[in-house]
């Protein structure tokens, strides 16, 4: 277990959404919090809310190396160290795999997938010189399948999961904590962006509502593993053990996703 109490986290894409509602989960927990996105003016309200005494606003995008570098910096200038970092920061679009430029694939890698680096390598690295720390990724259970329309997010998210698994193991006799956290479906402003960068409409995603969850539930699983570290934060056993089926049983699995395009686009 890991006494929480004045620990500092870094979060990225802390404006809104599962950053945001995680950077209030950790200042409940009594964890000081680094709050970066590019949105300043959110920022500022939420560390209103939290507290500017137990919160710091940094604004910058995890697409530049220099943000990045600063973000961790102005953090231990900030509160004296830190303690853990929380990679969010991504989007997403919907797009067949077979048209989508690589110039709009290469940018979601970059902002999901390095974006992720950026912020985690170097984290790792002050990590190692203090002896712990904890280094988490918001990749999603999409990670675990390459869904129709949703493949290049899909690879970003399954990129995330691939080096948290492989940082884990590497750093596994130390005391540094690397984690991968999955939410299904989430009730935040992703589908909105996703739909403005899909052309204004979504034909395949989204979820029905017992498949939806609130942010707050991503948070506070999130906040159990800072306090008791563990590879996967998931916060739906049915969709993990869909997933896991999935990957024993590809060709049933091709059959449902040929069924549930069926549905939603009315195709044959």
């Given at each position: 277990?890991?006494d ?9 894409g802390?404006?809104?959404?599962i950053g945001?509602?995680?950077?209030i ?11 970066m ?13 939290i ?10 995008s ?48 970059e ?15 002050r ?10 990724m ?43 956290v ?8 992703f ?21 939806m ?31 896991g089926?999935?990957?024993?049983f590809?060709?049933?699995?091709d ?10 686009l009315g195709?044959?």
């Amino acid at each position: 277990m890991v006494d929480l109490n004045n620990k500092v986290i870094l979060i990225s894409g802390a404006s809104s959404g599962i950053g945001a509602a995680t950077a209030i989960a950790c200042a409940k927990a009594g964890m000081k919090v680094a709050l970066m996105a590019r949105r300043e003016d959110r920022l500022q309200s939420l560390s209103s809310q939290i507290g500017e005494d137990r919160s710091h606003v940094i604004a910058g995008s995890v697409d530049s190396d220099d943000d990045c570098t600063r973000a961790i910096e102005s953090c231990i200038d900030r509160f004296g160290s830190m303690y853990a970092v929380l990679a969010n920061a991504g989007y997403g679009h919907e797009q067949a795999c077979h048209t989508s430029s690589q110039e709009d694939i290469r940018a979601m890698f970059e902002t999901n997938f390095f974006g992720s680096l950026r912020l985690v390598q170097p984290a790792i690295a002050r990590f190692k010189d203090q002896g712990s720390g904890h280094a988490l990724m918001v990749a999603s259970c999409l990670s675990k399948i390459g869904l129709p329309h949703y493949g290049a997010y899909s690879a970003t998210k399954a990129a995330q999961d691939h080096f948290c698994r492989a940082m884990r193991m590497e750093l596994h006799n130390t005391s540094i904590h690397v984690s991968s956290v999955h939410p299904i479906g989430t009730k935040t402003e992703f589908f909105d962006e996703a739909a403005k960068r899909s052309g204004g409409n979504l034909d395949l995603a989204g979820s029905s509502e017992r498949f939806m969850q609130s942010p707050d539930r991503v948070a506070r699983a999130i906040v159990k593993c800072l306090g008791k570290p563990r590879g996967e934060v998931w916060t739906s056993l049915p969709v993990r053990l869909a997933l896991g089926a999935s990957v024993a049983f590809p060709g049933i699995t091709d059959w449902g996703l040929r069924r549930a395009m069926k549905r939603r686009l009315g195709s044959t």
